[in-house]
């Protein structure tokens, strides 16, 4: 028996209440039912340094809605979710709030120091598992990991020996990118390039032995102390006969060779390059070439090292401006140009990265990476969309070796340990004592693993690896990873090579790429812009299910999107226009009892059934697609409109009427399509559909929730093209009479007659529909007139296929009183349109006025453009009909 609604849809009152019924029940738990397709997806882990963004938002709604549609459908569906330890970034949080104490890690200590950290781990992930509740996420929590579990870090260490004893993992001294600010080295893709203003100093080296000097040009004038060579290109005619004699490194008065290498670009500055081994990727390597020493400038805190002379313990930047003064007094800079270059920056915390040579602990990625490239080519995975295929392939084709080991103290620990004979031992399990001479004073490495190297395994480590378990060998590979353009390189990549490794199959069958949440001028979103939207406070004002639907409607498969406030307000009146909607057909439904639809069903009946019908195959197919957005704005479409707008509206006249044989076929209509609508809507918006769901009389007694009931399928004998034509010619009639009204201002109430003109066989259906007609356009009579007949004249018109609509005028409107009022109107827009064009025209106002209001006053002389148009049309008709 139906229960009805409370009069206004409060989604605090519902959504905590629903997401605890689906806990209790365990509806989110996979069983490893044998027989039955899978459907797994690993959550990308966010990390515990704080709270969800707007981008987490989207990642996990997008998931979800994968993830409720493939359990209706009946897959054996595992969302397996989990958090990262997020080793620098976690750190730095850390010492932050240390700092703020008066301390720092060092302090503390190693041990201490760990102890805070996990600390805030169980704080923040409490946090973000609330938050991820709240969003209604259907993970099944009783399978969740940490990156730092028992699990996943036995995982972590069986690889890395695994990869050391096949020769894939390796120590030594190369260049790295390291950050002075979170002491430790990143690799490449942790670093963030933006383009800089700078200057190009020119310096004059001298000759020794040769009269003359080389003039060099650089960027970094304090890196030329640490300076082993000057390089010519080879076949640069102008330094021929310099190659092997030497230059005097001025302030530090030491001789250097002229060498010659292919790297060398003799276009740029003079053709002549200086050698900084130590602090330049491309000068390491011709140093390797060349037998060049490797002189370290500038050390880890970005200071000059004590072999820097006078130099020594000053700033980077302060000894940058020493020395260009310094060469000035000597007379050696030959001139400074204002120069633009690409520099790296640490993608935590934004400073100059400084390129050192350092002993590091390296992935040997060539052997990886080539069957990881061929996975993709031959389509075993799949990029959607295709164009992020290039993205990853870019990448793994011109792929470096993989920095793995990180200066700090929160992450997994590198199993290596040193002991001072000279052996190294990298084990599974901790070593007693030295294999070589049996010493039992071993040093752990102090290094940990790059946060990737374990994120890397998540898809295998999570369900049991390297132990062979029932969840492994069932829901591996897994089916689909959702993750942002962004970590494509960062972690996508490492996934798919490493799971070709170790499980000897792909991490998953395809990828679903999608764009950033920016704001609503396309900036991206930043605590220094002060433009973040927080999704918990969107939850708090308008429901999740509101955040939900605003984002997967805004998406676009890897387009970025951005978060309009009048979305917002979109997705939240269509919740409301649902929750009256069903409230209405509930009031109905006292005493109905669900069965079959009736064999009897009318014009209204089959067409809005034929409807539903496409809209269950297009959302279908959609989803397939990874179409989330269309499917949902699909979805959108027919309940708003064909539904509610439409078919509720032609259900009164039945449902009010005396006939008891059509109120119960208008009540098992509406019940099939209003049931069938809300399993629709269940994955995109799941706590409102769940809540009016529960409240309907029940089909089915084995259906205890809508997240676990059947996704609905399209019914052949529901297809009605006839009825489909008959109902799109009534609706474009009503349509276009009530436009006819809005544009002379008729009030609601106001009554008119209307004339309709057209072939028989049109009219006779019109005739049919004349009840509809006159309720639903709101006229008071309806007059069918054969094309034989005239015209009528005083009318304004419109026309449907073969329907011509005539609306007389006369005793309706003053047709010259209306076209003075219209005038009035057009002169004002006009004034408007002329102001806003002028201001958008000023070019002051364009450079001093921010973005958001330049963009309201572009919409806003659009809005009146559109506005004078439709006036200036409207007075033309008038004057047809003789108002002027």
């Known amino acids: ?86 080793g620098i970034a976690t750190q730095n949080k850390v010492e932050e709030h240390l700092a703020s104490e008066g301390f720092s890690r060092h302090d503390l200590g190693r041990e201490k120091f760990l102890e805070r950290a996990w600390k805030w781990k169980e704080e923040y992930h409490g946090r973000i598992l609330r938050q991820l509740h709240k969003l209604g996420v259907s993970c099944d929590w009783s399978r969740e990991r940490f990156t730092m579990d028992e699990g996943c870090s036995r995982a972590v260490r069986e690889v890395f020996v695994s990869l050391y004893e096949q020769g894939l993992i390796y120590r030594g001294d190369y260049m790295i990118n390291w950050c002075p600010r979170c002491h430790t080295a990143i690799s490449d ?11 190009l100093t020119h310096i004059r080296y001298p000759g020794v032995g040769w009269d003359g000097f080389i003039v060099v ?121 204002e120069y633009t270059h690409a520099v790296g920056h640490c993608q935590r915390c934004k400073t100059e990265i400084e390129p050192l040579v350092s002993r590091q602990w390296f992935v040997r990625m060539k052997p990886l990476a080539e069957p990881a490239i061929k996975a993709v ?41 040193y002991c001072s004979c000279g052996e190294v031992v990298v084990s599974r399990e901790d070593p007693a004592a030295c294999p070589s001479c049996g010493s039992t004073e071993l040093q752990q490495d102090p290094d940990v693993l790059d946060t990737w190297f374990s994120s890397a395994l998540w898809p295998f480590s999570t369900l049991g690896w390297p132990d062979i378990t029932p969840d492994l060998q069932h829901y591996f590979p897994t089916s689909t990873l959702v993750t942002g353009y962004d970590i494509i390189s960062f972690w ?37 812009l002060g433009n973040g ?25 890897g387009n970025d999107q951005r978060f309009r406030d009048e979305n917002v307000e979109a997705s939240r009146n269509f919740s409301n226009k649902i929750w009256n909607a069903s409230r209405f057909v509930l009031m109905n439904l006292e005493g109905f009892q669900p069965s079959e639809l009736p064999p009897t069903l009318n014009r209204h009946d089959r067409w809005i059934l034929d409807r539903f019908n496409g809209v269950v195959e297009k959302t279908t197919a959609l989803l397939e697609q990874y ?24 259900s009164k006249v039945y449902l009010y009427g005396n006939e008891e044989k059509e109120k119960e076929r208008s009540k098992a209509v509406l019940y099939h399509v209003l049931e069938g609508s809300l ?45 489909r034509r008959e109902m799109e010619l009534v609706m474009e009639t009503i349509r276009a009479i009530r436009n006819l009204r809005s544009e002379i201002g008729l009030a609601a109430g106001q009554k008119t007659p209307v004339i309709l003109r057209g072939p028989q066989e049109s009219l006779s259906l019109l005739q049919q529909e004349q009840t509809f007609l006159e309720k639903l356009a709101r006229v008071g009579e309806v007059v069918f007139l054969a094309n034989t007949e005239e015209k009528p004249s005083q009318a304004l018109t419109a026309l449907v296929e073969e329907i011509e609509i005539y609306l007389p005028l006369e005793g309706v409107i003053d047709i010259a009183q209306e076209t003075a009022r219209l005038e009035k109107e057009l002169q004002g827009v006009e004034k408007d349109l002329a102001r806003a064009t002028a201001k958008l025209a000023n070019e002051n106002f364009r450079l001093k006025a921010p973005a958001e209001i330049i963009e309201k006053e572009s919409k806003k002389k659009e809005e009146l453009s559109i506005r004078r148009e439709k006036l200036l049309a409207r007075i033309a008709e008038l004057s047809k009909l003789g108002g002027v």
């Not at 997008?62 to 359990?71: K, S």
């Not at 893709?189 to 200057?199: A, D, F, L, R």
């Not at 179409?627 to 032609?650: H, K, M, N, P, S």
């Not at 409102?688 to 089915?700: T, V």
């Open 492 to 528: 996508v990549a490492r996934m798919i090579f490493m799971s070709l490794e170790f499980m000897k199959d792909i991490p998953f069958s395809e990828v679903c790429v999608h764009g950033l949440v920016r704001d609503a001028l396309g900036r991206k979103m930043s605590k220094s």
């Open 627 to 650: 179409e989330l957005g269309e499917a949902a704005r699909t979805v959108y479409d027919f309940i708003w409109g064909d539904f509610c707008d439409w078919y509720i509206e032609l």
């Open 533 to 557: 939207v927080d999704p918990l406070e969107v939850i708090e004002k308008f429901g999740a299910d509101t955040l939900r639907f605003t984002l997967i409607t805004g998406q676009a498969p």
């Open 679 to 723: 399993r629709l809507l269940h994955p995109f918006m799941p706590f409102i559909s769940e809540e009016i769901w529960q409240h309907l009389p029940r089909r089915s007694k084995t259906e205890k929730a809508l997240v676990v009931s059947s996704w609905p399928e399209p019914e052949a004998g529901l297809t009605d093209p006839k009825a």
């Open 1 to 86: 028996m139906a229960v009805n609604l409370p009069p206004v849809y409060e989604p605090e009152k519902v959504e905590d209440k629903i997401y605890q019924f689906w806990l209790e029940y365990d509806y989110f738990k996979a069983h490893r039912e044998a027989g039955k397709k899978t459907f797994t997806i690993v959550i990308p882990p966010p990390n515990v340094t704080g709270s969800l963004h707007m981008g987490h938002a989207l990642n996990n709604t997008i998931q979800d809605v994968l993830v409720r549609w493939r359990r209706m459908q009946g897959y054996d569906t595992l969302w397996l979710p989990g958090t990262d330890h997020a």
């Open 377 to 417: 080519t031959e389509g075993k995975t799949r990029f959607v969309p295709e164009r992020f295929t290039r993205t990853y392939l870019n990448w793994m084709e011109n792929i470096r070796d993989w920095c793995i080991s990180r200066q700090i103290w929160w992450g997994h620990r590198i199993p290596a340990w």
């Open 217 to 337: 040009a650089t960027t970094r004038p304090e890196t030329m102390l640490g300076d082993t060579a000057v390089a010519v290109h080879p076949d640069d005619h102008r330094y021929r006969e310099l190659v092997g004699k030497k230059v005097l490194l001025p302030l530090m008065n030491r001789e250097i060779p002229i060498i010659a290498d292919e790297y060398v670009d003799p276009s740029f500055g003079s053709g002549a390059v200086k050698i900084t081994p130590a602090h330049d990727p491309n000068d390491f390597e011709i140093g390797q070439r060349h037998g060049l020493e490797t002189i370290r400038a500038i050390g880890e805190e970005g200071t000059m090292t004590p072999e820097m002379g006078k130099y020594a313990g000053m700033d980077r930047y302060e000894a940058r401006r020493q020395v260009v003064r310094d060469l000035e007094e000597l007379g050696l800079v030959e001139k400074i140009e």
């Open 189 to 199: 893709i942790e670093v963030e390039h933006e383009e800089k203003g700078s200057t």
